[in-house]
């Protein structure tokens, strides 16, 4: 599943490469926070894990072999933060010095495998295994579950990137330049082995991982259980926050199908868009077919800085889209930031992220 | 005179094991101590609480007249000083020797202490040439052997020229020969103003490298005397698990008596 | 195929440790790339990996494919090497993902085969595919044959990545290969003790089993290595040393690397 250079064009890189580090960002800062000076040893050795992991060829039900991520177990023992953290760490010494993956595609692998994959990891073992003891079977069977939905929400998101490049990346003659197909063939050629191979054995190995270690050495499934030393139930504000961020990033991505749509949404028209429109459409009020007088007199009031979702700059439609989503999303943040902020201030109190 | 060590009452536990019991000594300037003991007595431990990496559950542990704390290791004024003079050999060298290369292990400590670059520069060079790594400054640490991984791991602090050397197992799982280099050069530091600190269940070097044993068993001081005494104390041996008895034969003679065995020798 | 798992992962965890015997050897000789600084051949390297990506011509990556096997056999990388470590492989994994694309593609047909038709943009597409895969991983197989991997690190910490990543990467590094023979030990050691064939259930709970005491270890030996960092001085703001310096061929090397890169990126668009 390791997506080699050639596959994604420069700007999907690109924008993988901002999500990723928006990632890798706040994973740093959370962990320094809690594990202080710790983080390196243990991250490293972790990824050094993780590593090892994903070398294992595991024997399948149906007499196949699959290799697993080691994502769910990470994220497991070590929480989000850590596991996207250990598993980049891995992905970049696997593409770097074992030419598994790609430089320019890194970002990408990171996003939909240490990220995407921990997250929904850690979301689903969470959901699944709440409330349960830290001994029950319940947590091998969230193990092994949440590894195959981490897996293949990995891989899906991998199939989307893959099945956009066609229809957004192509040349005069229509000659796919990247990945050469599209949704429709990429997204089940890439589920279908996920959805068989690899997915099992990330749930084999994160269920026998969980299962081991609830006999071996528990405490190491204690950090993420909810359940503290003490019987205390943890918090579980933070994942739910990160897990908006991966919906407004994949949404972000998304933006460019709009492309696909013909003509233009009904009533976003323009004057000259207007008239046609009702010309066209067989009515019996032919008194439309004029522009009413105070939309002629206002449509010139407010010219956007990036019309038709494209600053002028910017050749590609598609990459004018993603741009556009970028803006508006970081205008919404800052602004929403700067609004929390003030709020906070307001009240006498220093904000805590 | 203020000891350089003191530790009154010590006591360490972790998930529920004592490690160590109320354990008070004295260390002085120059010491050359030997800590004896089987496994798992807590001749580690000991020597991890007298670095300052873990911290006492009961009891106070002084270091040249000043209490030893967590809060004051915090403190850059106190812990830069502090990690140059005391200096930690770990029993396994993998643990050590953490950084890329031969040359970047030696040089972590110094670079981490904030020398200037060309003191650090000359005086790694300096350490590599006296622990005779020059060689394989630019080794991977898998490329290494055992007795080389020691050497290095002995480079890397002895580059400080620390107070005090603390030694875990320096010669444990070791050839004849690298052992002997390794006993050969704490040697040398009799009668310099060194103070070494072995941790060792290997009794044969003991007298080598000590001039005072102090054994422990199961995380309480047994005992504490110069060596020869320590050695011939047989009913004090086999109760700290250091030597045991058994059947055995000598020239055909079948006898059983308390001994020890060391890799190639069979000692009465 | 009880057998296989164990020797099928340790063939694997074998593979690793030529490839690092392999780029250390190689790393030492004496040839183009190992002359130049290691952060222009980072960089160099890197450029000409981002140039690939930014080609939309067949004819400017197989330009660039033909710099690369040039300054391989200039830095003392055989094309044997070459094909056995890259060329064969990536045409095994991209070359069956591509091959559907000759059919699949919508254009204009230019032959048949069996009733599937191939198009020039299918050929084309695949084609593309394929070479800019091929291209990539060689560059980035090159930088690390001729670079030792502290020194890659190195490099990028000089191109201002953030040092605590380096660190990690540098760990990371070097305990991969301590975890992966103590690996091996277990597999061995379940290797002899086995009689006959396992069963695929009784595989997988002998991984889980590996991988967990392999958990356990690694967390120990993080938490050693903490205490041994912190009793050499580290105090949470890791310090790096960086003792490199230019010199006139090493900038002539990466304006080479950057004209290189520029040009493709221009004739290819």
Known sequence: MHIPDGYLSPSTCGVLYVGAMAGWYSSIKRLKRVLLSRVIPLISVFAAFSFVVMMFNLPLPGGTTGHALGVTIAAIVLGPSGAILALSIALGIQALFFGDGGITTLGANCFNMAIVGSLVAFASYRM?????????????????????????????????????????????????????????????????????????????????????????DSGLLRATSGVAADGDLGRSTAPSLRRLWIMIAIFMLLTPLGILAAGTAWGEWSPAQMTQTTASAPSANSAASTVPAGLQRLSNFWTAPFPAYAPAFVKSRSFGYLLSAMFGVGLLLIVSLAARSWAAKSRGKESSA | MTPLFELRDVCFDYDGITALREVSLQIMRGDRLALVGANGSGKSTLLRILDGLCSPSRGSLYFDGQQLTAELLQRDDFALPF?????????????????????????????????????????????????????????????????????????????????????DEPTAALDPRSQSQIVDLIQEWKGSSKTVISATHQLEIVEDIADRVLVLEAGQVEAMAPPQEILSNRELLLRANLVHAHRHSHNGVVHSHPHLHSHSKHEH | MSRSFL????????????????????????????????????????????????????????????????????????????????????????????????????????????????????????????????????????????????????????????????????MTYRYLFLLVETANQMFESRRSRTVGVLRPEEQRRVAARTAGVLLSKSFALSNDVYMAMQSRGFRGDVQVLSHWRLTMWDWVGLLSFLFAGSLAVWMGR
Request: proline share 5%; with cysteine.
């Open chain 1, 128 to 216: 699944i295994a709440a409330g349960a003891g830290l001994t029950s079977r319940r947590r091998v069977v969230a193990a092994a579950v949440a590894g195959y939905l981490a897996v293949n929400a990995a891989a899906l998101i991998a199939a989307v990137e893959f099945g956009i490049q066609p229809m957004l990346f192509h040349d005069a003659s229509g000659t796919p330049l990247y990945a050469p197909y599209p949704l429709r063939i990429a997204i089940p050629a890439m589920m279908i082995g996920h959805l068989t191979f690899a997915g099992l054995a990330e749930a084999a190995i994160s269920g026998g991982l969980v299962a081991y270690l609830q006999v071996a």
């Open chain 2, 83 to 167: 990690r140059r003079r005391v200096a930690l050999v770990f029993q396994n060298p993998d643990v050590q020797l953490f950084n890329p290369t031969v040359f970047d292990e030696v040089a972590f400590a110094p670079l981490q202490l904030g020398w200037s670059k060309e003191q650090l520069l000359s005086r790694v060079e300096q350490t590599l040439e006296y622990m005779r790594l020059t060689a394989l400054r630019d080794r991977p640490p898998y490329r290494l052997s055992g007795g080389e991984k020691k050497r290095v791991a002995l480079a890397s602090v002895l580059v400080l020229d620390p107070e005090v050397l603390l030694l």
């Open chain 3, 7 to 170: 020797e099928s992962t340790t063939l694997g965890f074998g593979r690793a440790l030529t490839r690092a015997m392999l780029s250390e050897e190689t790393a030492r000789e004496r040839g183009l790339l190992q002359s130049l600084d290691p952060r222009v051949r980072v960089l160099g390297l890197f450029a000409l990996v981002l140039a690939v990506t930014l080609s939309h011509k067949l004819v400017v990556v197989a330009a660039l494919l033909a710099m690369s096997v040039v300054m391989a056999v200039l830095s003392r990388v055989t094309l044997f090497t070459l094909a056995k470590r890259v060329w064969l492989i990536v045409l095994g994994f991209t070359g069956v993902i591509a091959l559907p694309a000759l059919f699949l593609t919508p254009g204009r047909p230019v032959a048949a085969l069996g009733g599937l038709v191939i198009t020039s943009q299918g050929l084309h597409t695949a084609a593309l595919l394929i070479l800019r895969v091929e291209t990539a991983v060689t560059l980035t197989t090159l930088l690390v044959l001729c670079t030792p991997w502290a020194h890659v690190l190195k490099a990028l910490r000089a191109l201002r990545l953030p040092k605590e990543a380096i660190v990690m990467m540098a």
